[in-house]
């Protein structure tokens, strides 16, 4: 069951360590799709930009502008700032122009009207359609590249609108997490970044963007995810959860019933060691019930009245012996049904506790022990049933006589706190391991003694104890240490 356990355990943090590894490529997957989007977004965006200067030259002078006649329209130009990368080109045929640019200044179906100039095109010449449509594209390009190369990257695109096309993208692409964002030129931050975004950072994903005739760019752009981690995760944290919860449910039961195996067994040895010790407590008396009888029958012993009236005290009072044990395990018994009637009644706490050192008085005397009365509380009055409350008082005296090896000194005091008052039993006897403390008023529990074997019970007295304090809505505790004696103490509610 443990090794299952185990591997168990094992197969569900594979699982989920390939989970989160196919859900990163996933991420990385879905994140260069919204990159390659947001690329294609800002080269439409400088398309859209540099027609519409075209545009507007065409509408004030009604010609296809050249390139040489677009440079008043753009930004760094008007500055007299020229980049060094610059080529002036205008050997370009204007009719050249008009393959690329349609007669609305539109960038979407410029090769549609280059393929319907039939000055240029031969319908019997495929190969020569193919080249117009590669020289076409190289014209726009050309184009876009002065528009970028005199305009900067600030004034073609605005932060909030790249943050916009971003998040856009990726919202399409399932990809809902805060993220930091930027343009980087050859290694070098841009305007157009978010504050806390890092060139380096081990999170973010790049993708190139305006790229040149070539296909070859400077420009980057970064996306980096602070809660990375937390999005992938939360992709599979509901299975997660669900395969937690039953495995937990799984271990929990595994420790139940290995628990309620150790306590069958504990239970087992109590019992056998209940039955042994009762079998030794019946064992005693009936083999001295039979030797009476036995001497009885004598001639010589049945002439003499008064063996004959000793040897009859001996057998009652064996025989009470006997009955008294069958009424303390019935008494157990009814108490944990629940159908033994206990009537309460007011009483004095002192005089019910006078009444339970009557009971042990001789056997202290007959040890030469020593029993103290410290009755400190002013507050007596409490409700309780005389008869079971005595005998709760007794057990817990018969217990402190019988666990002191030497004379028994015993100290019984009471005490008012608040609304209570507490009953102190202290002995220096013996004394309990803190193991036993926890399990001494459980039913049939025995503390090894060692070698002290004349030390005689079943372990129903302090079980009994147990039962009739929470009966009576009281409390009691049991302070011990080895060797040094033990203190009992019941707290019981006054009453008016």
């Known amino acids: 069951m443990s090794l299952s356990l185990i591997g168990i355990i094992l197969v569900q943090l594979y699982w989920v360590n390939s989970s989160i590894k196919n859900n990163e490529e996933q991420f990385k997957l879905q994140i260069q799709r919204a990159l390659a989007k947001t690329a294609v977004r800002l080269q439409e965006n400088d398309a859209h930009k540099f027609f519409k200067y075209y545009a507007a030259y065409k509408d004030s002078t009604d010609m296809i502008p050249s390139r040489q006649e677009m440079l008043p329209y753009y930004y760094n130009y008007k500055k007299n700032i020229i980049p060094e990368n610059v080529i002036h080109s205008t050997d370009v045929d204007r009719v050249d122009y008009n393959l690329f640019f349609d007669n609305r200044g539109g960038s979407s179906n410029y090769i549609n009207n280059a393929k319907s100039s039939t000055s240029y095109l031969n319908e019997n010449n495929p190969s020569r359609n193919g080249d117009i449509e590669v020289w076409q594209r190289y014209q726009f390009d050309l184009y876009i590249k002065d528009f970028r190369d005199f305009n900067p990257l600030e004034i073609r695109v605005s932060k909030d609108w790249l943050e916009k096309i971003l998040r856009t993208e990726l919202s399409r692409s399932g990809v809902e997490t805060p993220f930091e964002f930027g343009i980087y030129n050859r290694g070098l931050p841009t305007k157009l970044r978010s504050k806390n975004l890092k060139w380096k950072d081990v999170t973010s994903c790049q993708y190139p963007v305006y790229t040149d005739i070539d296909g070859q760019s400077g420009y980057r752009l970064l996306v980096s995810f602070p809660k990375k981690k937390t999005f992938i995760f939360s992709s599979i944290l509901g299975i997660t959860s669900l395969s937690l919860i039953f495995t937990l449910i799984i271990i ?123 009755f400190n509380a002013k507050g007596t009055t409490v409700l309780l049933n005389d008869v079971h409350f005595t005998n709760v008082l007794v057990n817990i005296l018969d217990n402190a006589i019988k666990y002191s090896p030497e004379e028994p ?40 003694t060692g070698d002290l074997h004349n030390v005689k019970g079943h372990g129903l007295g302090l079980a009994y104890v147990k039962r009739v304090i929470d009966d009576h809505n009281c409390n009691i505790y049991v302070e011990s240490e080895k060797g040094k004696g033990s203190t009992f103490t019941i707290k019981m509610p006054l009453i008016n």
């Open 409 to 448: 000194v015993i100290e019984i005091s009471t005490e008012n706190v608040k609304d209570f008052v507490l009953i102190k039993i202290k002995d220096s006897g013996l004394g309990m391991s803190k193991n036993t403390q926890k399990r001494i008023f459980e039913k049939f529990y025995r503390e090894h």
């Open 252 to 374: 929990i039961a595994y420790l139940s019933a290995i628990n309620q195996l150790i306590k069958q067994k504990q239970i087992s040895e109590i019992k056998t060691d209940f039955i042994n010790n009762m079998t030794h407590e019946f064992k005693t008396p009936i083999a001295t019930i039979n030797l009476a009888l036995d001497a009885i029958r004598s001639p010589k012993i049945l002439c003499d009245e008064e063996k004959v009236k000793r040897y009859l005290e001996m057998i009652r009072d064996e025989n009470k012996r006997m009955h008294s044990q069958v009424e303390n395990v019935l008494q157990i018994s009814r108490l944990d049904k629940r159908e033994l009637d206990i009537t309460k009644n007011q009483a004095n706490i002192h005089e019910v506790i006078d009444e339970a050192i009557e009971h042990v008085h001789l056997i202290i005397e007959t040890r030469n022990g020593t029993l103290i009365r410290n």
